[in-house]
């Protein structure tokens, strides 16, 4: 884990509010502009693990070599490691108690050859339990966590709780997103707020962390994540990709406060 | 318990499905049919426990008497129990690791006084972990579990498991319920599938397992949630009604293969 430079947790209290998803495009929106194969994601929901489905890698394993468990490769080089890679079906749940959990989490950062990555992006099922718990144990040296919400007033409630377990054991909050925010009828043009709009930020003001960004609902990120392609790198020109990139902007400020890897990364790019 | 004639569990593998929705509008559309104070909801999400909120109790305390400690009291008489009711405020976290989660659920079922029921619906959170196990070992004598997917396909992947799950610990799955199910634009009436439409139902087919219904999305489920009315109520004549009567109808028919309790309830409400 040293070899890395930047770890970063994703996180939400309330389950399903494309947690996965946001995790996805950030790391891609990250590694399509750094360098091949310096991105990471760590899918830590042992349950119900969907990055290897929404990255298309789905029936791949993880090899084994002599230094350890290599992790799968994804487009453009993402490193991915993910329970799913581990069970003999697809039907096959994860009926484990907590402290198998930590067993597993502790390995997937401890046995993985990982190698020089720029950045790691944890993906944590949702609450405050065991699994959040033990990646924020293992990890101190974290640089932060994301918040992901949707607006509703329910989803805020949980997600605050997100906030006060990020703070009680002293990780930052990188920020909020929120997702599926608002939703424009592709044939009239009307703007129906499914899930409402505005909550996360009025969310962010409200706990005084900073707010990254809305995604509004999309039918093609439903569509591309269950085909396996990363809906920014599916429809690049669109105002989800648009807001993803905005994004990942502002978590590089964060990150470039404290160290200038990533900031090197870019430059090396850009040159 | 054993005062309690059906037990319910409503899982989903993956969250933000609407289970807690769905949980809260199924107890409604129950209590609608049934007699005052017959249905209770346990709302066994230990870390974001959403059921107060969405009937209105948001504030109450669980009340203590000599013969243990009481549900609170919701509209139509739902007997509710929640971890949110013992929370000192609404950003407190439940920082537990999978032990004392099993201690608090044993108490909900062993030290709450729920009285004479006709039905209890427990809304359990995503995965196939801590809570879910417990449940489903301190409650043997459950009727079955209600499974509720949204149509896309990484929901579908994850609630498969949730199915396996349910077979291996020998708990009947009642059916399979598909959320957010089709959208169609209140402006010019275009259908948009943002999460697909009847992977639900193919998933059921799949398993082998019975198929419940559809639930449109619908904006007004998330407003009405929000404000602590349940959709049946604030909406009695949507098409979400419509699904959820239908819904529960199918229930019902499963409940009266074993025991006539359900059936009587609805005969009484009928003269």
Redesign the interface.
């Known amino acids: 884990m040293n070899k890395v430079q930047h770890k970063i947790a994703v996180i939400s209290?309330?389950?399903?509010?494309?947690k996965?998803v946001v995790t996805v495009n950030l790391a891609m929106a990250f590694a399509k502009h750094g360098i091949f194969g310096r991105v990471g994601i760590l899918d830590a929901?042992?349950?119900?693990p969907?990055v290897p489905?929404?990255l298309g890698l789905k029936g791949q394993n993880l090899r084994v070599g002599p230094p350890g468990i290599f992790p799968a490769i994804g487009p453009l080089g993402m490193k991915v490691v993910s329970m799913d890679f581990l069970l003999p079906s697809?039907?096959?749940?994860?009926?484990?108690?907590?402290?198998l959990?930590m067993a597993a989490i502790r390995q997937f950062l401890s046995d993985i050859v990982w190698g020089e990555l720029d950045l790691l992006l944890i993906d944590l099922?949702?609450?405050?339990?065991?699994e959040p718990?033990s990646v924020m144990q293992l990890l101190p040296e974290m640089d932060g966590v994301i918040i992901v919400t949707?607006p509703?007033?329910?989803s805020q409630?949980?997600v605050?709780?997100?906030?006060?377990?990020a703070r009680?054991?002293d990780v930052d909050v990188i920020g909020v997103i929120e997702n599926m925010s608002g939703?424009v009828?592709?044939?009239?043009g009307?703007r129906?707020?499914?899930?409402?709009v505005g909550g996360g930020e009025k969310m962010s003001k409200e706990?005084g962390v900073s707010f990254l960004g809305r995604i509004p609902?999309d039918?093609s990120i439903?569509?591309d994540?269950?085909r396996g392609l990363p809906f920014i790198v599916g429809h690049p020109n669109s105002l989800g990709t648009e807001s993803f990139t905005g994004i990942v902007e502002k978590i590089r400020g964060f990150l470039n406060q404290g160290s200038r890897c990533l900031s090197i990364s870019r430059e090396k790019e850009v040159n």
Chains 1, 2 share one sequence.
Not at 90 to 99: D, H, L, M, T
Not at 192 to 196: G, P, Q, R, T
């Open positions: 209290g309330k389950g399903g509010v494309g996965t929901d042992i349950h119900g969907c489905k929404m697809q039907e096959s749940p994860v009926i484990w108690r907590g402290p959990k099922p949702p609450g405050t339990g065991d718990l949707i509703s007033e329910v409630d949980v605050k709780k997100a906030v006060t377990f009680q054991l939703f009828c592709p044939n009239c009307t129906v707020d499914i899930f409402k706990l609902i039918p439903c569509e994540s269950d």
